[in-house]
């Protein structure tokens, strides 16, 4: 593929992924053959920022959880109030990074 529109790709998308995957991703771009940039280009992907702000508005109920996939630990979070509050709390922390790795899981799983 171009690496015009490769880096064009890392530089609107480098937010939705983890830094040290980036070079992957750069990588696994280079290697496609044209006919998938279609593809690539409608890939969506969730927003970190947008975790954050609904893990401090809904996280007691899990909707951060539910929000990137993670049904299990939403259904988990759901059922405990949060962990009593505990696990929302300690979610603030981490649904960021989660959610770049639910995005890194994505695109494994579109071109691996």
Not at 7 to 35: C, G, P, Q, V, W
Request: proline fraction near 1%.
């Amino acid at each position: 593929m171009d690496a015009q529109k490769v880096d064009m790709f890392m530089m609107m998308n480098a937010k939705y992924f983890e830094s040290h995957h980036l070079n992957a991703i750069r990588e696994k771009l280079l290697t496609l053959d044209e006919s998938k940039w279609g593809l690539v280009q409608t890939m969506q992907f969730k927003d970190p920022t947008t975790s954050i702000i609904v893990s401090l508005l809904g996280g007691q109920l899990g909707i951060d959880r539910f929000m990137i996939g993670d049904t299990g630990m939403g259904i988990g979070k759901l059922l405990t109030c949060g962990g009593l509050g505990i696990w929302a709390i300690i979610d603030w922390f981490l649904i960021m990074g989660a959610t770049r790795e639910k995005n890194m899981e994505t695109f494994q799983n579109t071109f691996y």
